[in-house]
C-alpha cells in the first residue's frame, strides 16, 4: 500500500478515534460518520474509483459497536463545555485505542478491495458486499489481541502530547459543529489541523510502531477477505506474499 494511502488511514483513525470526546451529544457520533465517510472517498479516489455517495455510507458504516460507549459522556454536561488537557490525557485509553484499530483495519480492507480491483465500479462485488465481507473477517479477527492495536497503542502513548496538542486545536473549532455538521465543515477542520503539522507528527509515531507488525497479519487479512468474496477460488490472490504492507 503507497505511502500516502497509508498516511491517509492513519490520519482518519487518529480523528475518528477523537470523535468521542466532542462535547456535543449526537454530534460526536454524526462527525464520525462524516469522517469514515471521508475516509472512504478519499481511498477511493486514490485508486482513480468514482463511487455514489450511497456506495460511499454503505462502505464506510457498519454496524455500529459501542466500543467507546461511556468514554466522555460522564464529563461532558454542556455544548462547548472545554475538556481540560489533563482529563483529555487521562481519557485517552484502551477504549479510543479499541475505536482506532477498528477503523484502521476497516481502511485497510477498503484499500485492499480497492487495489485487488475487487470493489465495483472496477470489480465485481457492490459495495454492500464488500461491506458485509470486512464485517464478517473482523469478526474472526481478535481486534482486542491484535498487533495493529498494539502497535497503536505504543503510537499514541509516545504521542500524548502531540495528541493533547490536536485534541486543543480541534476543541478551538467547535463552534462550527452544529447539530447537523456538513461535510465541508468536517472537511475544512481537518484540512486546517493538518495544515499545522501536528497530525503529522504522530502520524509518524504511529507509522513508526506499525513497522513492528507482523506481515502474516496483513497476508491473514487478504486471506480472509478474499475467501469472503470467493476470490481465492478464482485465483485473483493467489499470490498473498505481495499484500499491501502496513
Known amino acids: 500500500m503507497p505511502t500516502d494511502h497509508q498516511s491517509l488511514l492513519l490520519t482518519h483513525t487518529t480523528f475518528v478515534a477523537l470523535t468521542p470526546l466532542i462535547p456535543l451529544p449526537f454530534v460526536d457520533d454524526m462527525v464520525q460518520g462524516r469522517l469514515e465517510r471521508r475516509m472512504v ?29 461511556g468514554i466522555a459522556k460522564g464529563v461532558v454536561l454542556a455544548p462547548f463545555k472545554k475538556i481540560l488537557r489533563k482529563v483529555f490525557i487521562v481519557l485517552t485509553g484502551k477504549k479510543m485505542v479499541d475505536l482506532a484499530t477498528q477503523t484502521y483495519h476497516v481502511g485497510w480492507l477498503l484499500d485492499l478491495a480497492f487495489a485487488r480491483g475487487w470493489c465495483s465500479p472496477a470489480g465485481p462485488h457492490h459495495a454492500r458486499e464488500i461491506r458485509a465481507a470486512i464485517e ?66 504522530i502520524v509518524e509515531q504511529l507509522r513508526h510502531a506499525l513497522v513492528d507488525v ?32 502496513p
Open 41 to 69: 472517498r478519499l481511498l477511493a479516489e486514490a485508486h482513480g474509483l468514482r463511487i455514489w455517495e450511497e456506495e460511499i455510507k454503505i462502505l464506510a458504516h457498519g454496524p455500529r459497536k459501542s466500543v467507546v460507549a
Open 214 to 245: 507482523p506481515e502474516e497479519h496483513f497476508v491473514d487479512l487478504e486471506r480472509r477477505l478474499a475467501g469472503e468474496l470467493g476470490e481465492l477460488e478464482d485465483g485473483v490472490a493467489a499470490d498473498l506474499s505481495e499484500a499491501p504492507p
Open 136 to 201: 464478517r473477517v473482523l469478526a474472526q479477527v481478535p481486534l482486542a489481541t491484535s498487533p495493529v492495536t498494539r502497535a497503536l497503542e505504543a503510537g499514541y502513548d509516545s504521542s500524548r502530547e502531540a495528541l493533547g496538542d490536536l485534541f486543543e486545536m480541534v476543541q478551538a473549532q467547535m463552534g462550527v459543529l452544529r447539530r447537523e455538521p456538513r461535510d465541508d465543515q468536517v472537511d475544512g477542520i481537518v484540512d486546517d489541523v493538518e495544515r499545522h503539522g501536528v497530525m503529522g507528527k
